[in-house]
T-cell receptor, first 113, second 115 residues
């Protein structure tokens, strides 16, 4: 119940295309869903996050779509650029003093020029 | 932009040896965390720390692990007797408040190799 399932494992997109990464969860107590971007040799960096009371959040070229009834959320990267090539992790957390993050398994995105 | 600093960036140790991984969280942050990432796998929560005590720990964080904030700036993870399966990237993170709305800031990690 604590798992967050992420797909695909890897993704190749042409420059200018749309990258879509999907995640699903079981625990309805989760109330915070961030996406992290990780470049080789670096720690995860917060990209964008959403709470379950909204269905979509957009920041620049990055959009989270959230489907509470299906317990799914996805990251859309519009106009994908080679600089977006990285590993993307979805995560989930629920309230409380610790706020530990439960990470998905990651998606390796390669944007070809 | 403030950073979480981790040292060393890479540590090689013999099986059975003790290692201490060091982190300097962002100065006004109050919540501290350790996560690990085995090569090619997902990032896993190890422990959270607030007000000089452990708030929560995972099943991975057994008696071989301990955390400490020895002074006002450092936050350390100690592995008492390392095993081969402890080989992983270890990430320290900190957050200003215990509300994930503000997000974590992760360090760049320490790659621990146990031989």
């Amino acid at each position: 119940q604590q798992q967050v399932k992420q797909s695909p494992q890897s993704l190749i997109v042409q420059k200018g295309g749309i990258s879509i990464i999907n995640c699903a969860y079981e625990n309805t107590a989760f109330d915070y869903f961030p996406w992290y971007q990780q470049f080789p040799g670096k720690g995860p960096a917060l990209l964008i996050a959403i709470r379950p009371d909204v269905s979509e959040k957009k920041e620049g070229r990055f959009t989270i779509s959230f489907n509470k009834s299906a317990k799914q959320f996805s990251l859309h990267i519009m106009d994908s650029q080679p600089g977006d090539s990285a590993t993307y992790f979805c995560a989930a957390a629920y309230g409380g003093a610790t706020n530990k993050l439960i990470f998905g398994t990651g998606t390796l995105l390669a944007v070809q020029p | 932009e403030p950073e979480v600093t981790q040292t060393p960036s890479h540590q090689v140790t013999q099986m059975g040896q003790e290692v201490i991984l060091r982190c300097v969280p962002i100065s006004n942050h109050l919540y501290f965390y350790w996560y690990r990432q085995i090569l090619g796998q997902k990032v896993e929560f190890l422990v959270s720390f607030y007000n000089n005590e452990i708030s929560e720990k995972s099943e991975i964080f057994d008696d071989q692990f301990s955390v400490e904030r020895p002074d006002g700036s450092n936050f350390t993870l100690k592995i008492r007797s390392t095993k081969l399966e402890d080989s992983a990237m270890y990430f320290c993170a900190s957050s200003e408040l215990g509300d994930t709305v503000y997000g974590y800031t992760f360090g760049s990690g320490t790659r621990l190799t146990v031989v």
